[in-house]
């Protein structure tokens, strides 16, 4: 579906950003794997947590939809059935990520998981090394790529050096730790989003970290009874570049998730010199099991020019062709480097940022790592494709709304996979 965004005269208004992916897909798959109900409260309807939903339900968990909530009776951690057929993971990288290190521990029991054509472009050798040292059995098409299929059996524990920053690997090795004999120990490159090390440790399993090292002890079962979920980081990052970018604009948007593993992008942003207000976490050198949120104050104002480092990268991965899109307006060059993880997410985002981006009369460059863009105070606007893939649907939308000419998306209805009502929101934001 095509949809063409107009410049707009000034977003203003209250609203909450959608229930955070990550954070939904989560508490859906431990509680798949707890031993007594779980009820999760404003769960995320969108088609990649609801591709987790229907995952769950193929392994044996009772999933219950009451409005916002959803409950969830799992198997416990042993216990998943074998399904009839292949898993469909859909769009969602997480999920083919995530669920594998469950499924490891499914002793004798086998699972192919497949998806969309998106997916079938994601590696998943580097989930497919650890769980192999741990004892499981892995086969991919072409040794890295979906149909996966996992053979279970008895895990040991391991000591892990991650070669990515990336918390999809980290939860998948954290996550069949959890069955595994002895204590298991994943260390990062640099850090990434913590929000599975937190449910763990709200769910009693003995977790701690020391730096970049993080540490789980086996467990006999998960207790979590209850997860909230805060709104989502990353789809408020759409929200905030709107509010920034386009003059006269005053956005007040609440409940949103302010772990500081998220957070890398409101940051780089206050970096710019634009005004984002809120209650953001500062790094804390313990675990924590909490989510904080907080409500964000977002107003128009001028913008200078930044540059994103490797550290950085992890903690606003989802939001970097964002920071490309405020560098064409900012004054001065902005510079990505170090983020070479975002040609693998769900299209080429650094040839599709680049690309898109250029076509809409920006001056930007891509390199082997990132990209390099000059401000030219704007954009003139144009068509962009979003490739299949949401975040640049959202993006295209956005620089649309902040053009002088306006934007036509291609491929719109891709926002479905993390935000179905971003349309109407911008539309209510606009009016
Ligand atoms: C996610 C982690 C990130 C991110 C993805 C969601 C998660 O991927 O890009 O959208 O929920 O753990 P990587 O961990 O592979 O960088």
Known sequence: MNRRFEPARGLTGELRAPPDKSISHRAALLGAMASEPVRIERYLHAADTDSTLEAVRALGALVELRGEEVVVRGTGLREAREPDGPIDVGNAGTLLRLLPGWLAAQEGRSFTLDGDESIRRRPVDRIAEPLRLMGAQLSARNGRFAPLTVRGSHLRAISYDLSVASAQVKSCVLLAALAADGATTVSEPARSRDHTERMLLRAGVGIHRNGRRVTVVNADELLLDSVRIPGDASSAAFLITAGVLVPHSRLLIGDVGVNWTRTGFMRIVRRMQGIVLGDLEDETGELIGDEPVSDLDVAYGALE???????????????????????CFAEGETIVRGAQELRVKESDRIAGAVEGLRGLGAEIEATQDGFAVRGTGGLRGGTIDARGDHRMAMMGAIAGLASREGVEVVGMEAATVSYPQFVEDLAGLCS
């Open 305 to 327: 020019g930044t540059v994103v480092e490797a550290d950085e990268v992890p903690l606003a991965i989802d939001e970097l062709p964002l920071v490309a899109l405020l560098g």
